[in-house]
């Protein structure tokens, strides 16, 4: 029992640490967002910050209201908190840091992010190739920061921690080919099988 | 079924979420394949994905059905897939808060944390830390202090990120790795070194010593983590202002010498360590200033937007410092990114010379057409701050703001503007005609009711005091015929003020009253016909009663009269409800205006939630030895009484109520090794006052504030005794105890500590209200009671002096702006106004003269001939 309820609690005091006192607690929120403003993937290190998912959603949608149209921007200030992002294709990509953060810092976090999705989805980054290959991406976030903390900004590290391997066959396409060999092997079995008969009734 | 749904999937095109269907409970049925012999990795790896993606969504996963899912996912242990170990990971991490036992996979964990696999290793590290608490972390002490200094850089990092995690939960374990952080410190890895660092101060933060030696240690050794020296910058730039070490430090040498660092981001976070610290010289921000110009046509956005902000900040406080850097933000007016822009054009309007005014206004009209509503609302306010800056200026503002007031907008920006032209009309009495005669104008077409009324009240206000105020009444009249019953009524109340002022206009207004009378809406009828027959009554003190200064909804607080009337409904009586035992509002400060948000904010405004007062009231009333002693009148801001940085800090907060006053002592203690215990403050008064009650804090444990009070008796016998002096001491029950802990020990021993003294004021007594029209209340209060004194003050060289002086004596609301002084003047007016504990209105009149000295004839009127009495002899 307090094994559960532990982490929750160190989680909740670690992130009360003031803005201004130096802290490796940079990062407030991630989350990458579809073209349509949906949520695909987002995790938020600062409990204080949005406990709730409806504020979470609220939030996420405010600042792509305040985003999405403008292409060339990448960074902006929404509801008192320091935005990077970058968009590619049918995909935005945010970083939310405190309004006093390095903004480099935080620009770091999300190029490194940015350059290992390119990495493991072979430049394809968008919305479909991101969705099938949507465990290499949450292994990408998991490496790159840790509640809150910057682990590691060099993308080429990230790639190497992860060593995800982007899908070559998708898994539709193998499991049709499983099952066309199936098949086979189950018609050449009862083809098998009818031949031994005949081959009894002929020998009676 | 993952055939099912990629086929379906692929009917639908490539644009489909293959995830956006999932049902939480057909994932979790699948997951029972994790039981199937031999395990089949991919199949296994894709559910587990959809179990995150859910979680990630805000699916809610019940705890049984979680628990479900864990411990079938931990059979996935026996795969050596990759991936899948590594989702397993994750998966724990995710679920360590919702799931049942989850340390069931410590083993396996510790396993892997331990193993030859490095890929593992430092993933592992950090899910087994999520599960851990302190009983548990002492069992794999001994693997995290290996692993804090393996060889491997992300095991290092692993374990040094998740130490810093449970810093909060088990400091006492972790602080016993800090010879571990230390040797990680020194690896040639950067992102450990950073981590390290991080972690050794967290560790060491209490620590100032330590804190300074380990900063000479890194700043001299030097660090290859840009990362790492943002923070020891972070780290000296605290340290400096903590110990307020002069800027000839080695710190701020360090400080300095990494604007030449070879990253961006050490340069910036340099630059902006010097930039907020606390009174730097112009010729130590220079350097700091250069770097960022050099940063504003950087091409990245990221580099240009911190560096505008980082100016926008140093221009607040040192604009002269930023004037170098004024072309190339005027460069950045035009990017792309608003953000930047935003901050360029209001950090401009700070810095900019009063001749380069009319130059960026007209750059600012070019664009302003092409900016949403919600960055033209930042420029307004820019604007607003400028003309506070140069009234000189104000009609070139004024008639770029009308013709703004005529372009498309929105609510917020039409509010922006009028309110803007609103505080040039008070700010500057020449541009009142100009101001109002474009207000006028702009009611004439107005969709908003809220700034419709707003302006018909501002002309009632100040209309009737122009020179010729029979012009408005045209514009005020066509509300009444043509717009919606709020804005007719505001129309009706408009009129009264100027029937009231203007003998001349009378008899017109009575007419148009008439008219109003006969209004469809009951509020207009009511408030014409009421209006009506006090102006027909022509007697200046019901004027002024009913028509100028309304008491009612002027001055006092909405709950504490929410509160009052339900008491009054509990307590059956004769009596009628006595207003005055309504606890007043404080006077909002009309501070507003100085600064602005940086950047365009969708930031509502504060909501007027329980005023400051109200929360004490609230806090006093739970108090069961200060039941019975009314409402509060009034609460005062808190005073010191003793120096910073003692052992233990005690500032003191005033309530006075009617009869009596509360004291409330807030203390907090800063020794951590000690607890107080039974802590009250004595008093020992210099008059008849009289100590009833002491109210002592219980436990005051480091750190962590607490109150203890004090109630005193006002004397009756002597109502004139308004001030008194307080000697105060301490008095408390010490018990040393461990620091780490705060386990104290069993004996304590009494202690005292001498406290400054506290001084009860005549502005105790007496609570702020603003009297919109002070001559009409001047008037209503009569000269029944009024007394007249001169003094000479001879220590007050200037009338701005002498004012500011006489407001934070008496404790009064300044009335009609008449605590500015205009400039080059010898003499001036003060008009005070405030009410007396008890309720009783007190105004006073301070006519001042500059000679040699200032000399000051007070007059003082009020409902009650004590409370003119306690003011004259208090000034005296």
Known sequence: MTAQTCPRQHQRTTMEIASLEPSLYTVKAVFILDNDGNRLLSKYYDKELYPSMKEQKNFEKNVFNKTHKADTDEIAFVEGMTIVYKCSIDLFFYVVGSSQENELMLMAVLNCLFESLGQILRKNVERRCLLDNLDGVFLVVDEIIDGGVILESDPQQVIQKVNYRADENPLSEQSVAQHITDKLAMTSNIMQSAKEQIKWSILK | ?876
């Open chain 2, 1 to 876: 079924m993952i055939k099912k749904f990629d086929k379906k999937d692929e009917e639908s095109g490539s644009g489909s979420n293959p995830f956006q269907h999932l049902e939480k409970s057909a994932v979790l049925q699948e997951a029972r394949i994790f039981n199937e012999t031999p395990i089949n990795p991919r199949r296994c790896l894709h559910i587990l994905t959809k179990i995150i993606y859910l979680l990630n969504q805000g699916e809610h996963f019940g705890t049984m059905e979680a628990t479900e899912a864990f411990f079938a996912m931990t059979r996935l242990f026996q795969s050596n897939d990759q991936t899948l170990r590594r989702m397993c990971y994750l998966t724990i991490k995710e679920m360590a808060n919702i799931s049942e036992d989850v340390i069931i996979v410590t083993s396996s964990l510790t396993k892997d944390m331990t193993g030859k696999e490095d890929v593992y290793r430092g993933p592992a590290i950090r899910a087994l830390c999520r599960i851990t608490d302190t009983t548990m972390l002492q069992a794999i002490e001994r693997y995290m202090k290996q692993a804090i200094v393996d060889k491997v850089p992300s095991v290092s990092s692993s374990a040094l990120v998740s130490s810093l995690h449970m810093v909060k939960m088990s400091y006492d374990v972790v602080k016993r790795w800090v010879n571990e952080a230390q040797e990680a410190a020194s690896s040639d890895n950067i992102m450990v070194q950073y981590h390290a660092l991080g972690l050794l101060y967290h560790l060491r933060k209490n620590d100032r010593l330590a804190v300074s030696k380990m900063l000479n240690k890194f700043t001299k050794s030097g660090l290859k983590s840009p990362f790492a020296y943002c923070m020891l910058i972070r780290i000296a730039s605290k340290l400096l202002e903590e110990t307020e070490a002069g800027h000839d430090s080695p710190l701020f040498d360090f400080i300095e010498s990494c604007l030449r660092n070879k990253h961006e981001m050490v340069v910036y976070e340099a630059a902006s360590a010097i930039v907020h610290m606390p009174n730097c010289t112009a010729r130590e921000l220079a350097p700091a200033v250069s770097v960022l110009q050099l940063f504003c046509s950087s091409p990245k956005a990221a580099l240009r937007y911190a560096a505008v902000r980082t100016l926008n900040k140093v221009a607040m406080k040192h604009p002269s410092a930023v004037t170098a850097c004024n072309l190339d933000l005027e460069n950045l007016i035009t990017d792309s990114n608003r953000s930047i822009a935003t901050l360029a054009i209001t950090t401009l309007l700070k810095t900019g010379s009063e001749s380069s005014v009319d130059r960026l206004m007209k750059q600012i009209s070019s664009f302003v057409s092409e900016i949403s509503d919600e960055f033209k609302v930042v420029v307004v306010q820019a604007i607003s701050a400028l003309c506070q800056k140069y009234p000189r200026k104000h009609s070139v503002m004024m008639n770029f703001l009308s013709n703004m007031l005529r372009d498309d907008g929105g609510f917020e920006y039409k509010r922006a503007i009028v309110d803007c032209i609103i505080s040039i009309i008070e700010e500057n009495p020449e541009s009142k005609e100009t101001g109002l005669a474009h207000l006028c104008e702009f009611i004439e077409d107005c969709e908003h009711t809220v700034l419709a009324t707003k302006i018909l009240h501002l002309l009632g206000k100040e209309g009737p005091r122009t020179p010729s105020p029979s012009k408005y009444i045209r514009f005020i009249f066509n509300r009444v015929v043509l717009e919606s019953e709020a804005v007719r009524a505001a129309a009706v109340s408009a009129l009264a003020k100027f029937g009231a002022q203007n003998d001349d206009l009378l008899p017109s207004v009575l007419v148009l009253m008439q008219r109003c009378m006969m209004d469809s809406d009951d509020e207009v009828r009511d408030r014409a016909t009421f209006y009506m027959n006090v102006l027909q009554q022509k007697q200046k003190a019901l004027n002024a009663a009913y028509i100028f200064n309304v008491r009612l909804c002027l001055s006092v607080s909405v709950p504490g009269l929410e509160k009052s009337l339900h008491q009054y409904t509990l307590e059956p009586t004769e009596k009628p409800f006595d207003m005055k035992s309504v606890p007043l509002a404080n006077t909002p400060i009309t501070e507003q205006k100085t600064e602005f948000a940086p950047v365009a904010t969708s930031k509502l405004p504060e909501k007027p939630g329980p005023t400051r007062q109200d929360i004490y009231q609230e806090q006093l009333a739970a108090i069961p030895e200060f039941q019975g002693l009314g409402s509060l009148f009034k609460t005062s801001e808190a005073v010191q009484l003793t120096e910073a940085e003692t052992e233990y800090v005690v500032r003191c907060v005033k309530h006075t109520f009617a009869r009596h006053m509360v004291f409330q002592f807030d203390c907090t203690n800063t020794l951590n090794d000690q607890l107080l215990q039974k802590v009250m403050v004595q008093m020992e008064p210099s008059e008849a006052y009289e100590v009833l009650h002491y109210v002592p804090a219980a436990n005051l444990p480091y750190s962590q504030p607490g109150s203890c009070y004090s109630l005193v008796r006002l004397p009756e016998d002597d109502p004139t005794a308004v001030s008194c002096t307080f000697s105060c001491t301490l008095k408390y029950l010490v018990k040393d105890c461990d620091p780490n802990t705060g386990e104290p020990d069993d004996d304590g021993y009494d202690d005292e500590y001498v406290l400054e003294d506290l001084e009860v004021t005549v502005a105790d007594h007496i609570q702020k209200v603003l009297k919109p029209n002070f001559a009409a209340a001047w008037d209503e209060v009569g000269d029944d009671f009024e007394k007249e004194e001169t003094f000479a003050l001879a220590s007050v060289r200037t009338l701005d002096e002498a004012v500011g002086n006489i407001i934070s004596f008496l404790g009064m609301q300044p009335c009609e702006r008449s605590d500015k002084v205009p400039e080059n003047k010898n003499s001036h007016i003060l008009f005070l106004a405030g009410v007396f504990r008890g309720g009783h209105d007190v105004l006073v009149r301070s006519r001042l003269a500059l000679a040699d000295g200032v000399t000051m004839q007070v007059t003082v009127r009020s409902s009650d001939e004590t409370v003119v009495d306690i003011i004259l002899a208090s000034v005296g």
